[in-house]
């Protein structure tokens, strides 16, 4: 679905009631906005975290040694601790 927002001269947009309710904003919120070479994206933090774990998922696929643990596990032997 398209909205067509207002942007204020002082900066501020407010996005329309229905979209804040389904969005989980109602009551207020810090969405991102990510600017891309096709436009804004405007996302709410745990679409952001979802679209990260998505991200580290696709580049760590069947690579166990791209895990935390793995890299924490690796940290002494490659410091020399």
């Given at each position: ?7 204020a001269?002082?900066g501020?947009m ?7 309710n ?10 991102f906005v990510?600017?891309t070479s096709?436009g804004?994206i405007?996302?709410t ?10 991200l580290a998922r ?7 040694q791209?895990?935390?643990d793995?890299f924490?596990?690796a940290?002494p032997a490659?410091?020399?601790e």
């Amino acid at each position: 679905m398209t909205y067509q927002i207002n942007v204020a001269p002082n900066g501020r947009m407010s996005l329309p009631a229905e979209l804040r309710n389904r969005l989980g904003l109602s009551d207020g919120g810090a969405p991102f906005v990510e600017e891309t070479s096709d436009g804004l994206i405007l996302r709410t933090v745990a679409q952001s975290v979802a679209h990260a774990q998505a991200l580290a998922r696709k580049y760590t696929a069947e690579k166990p040694q791209a895990s935390v643990d793995a890299f924490l596990a690796a940290r002494p032997a490659e410091s020399g601790e």
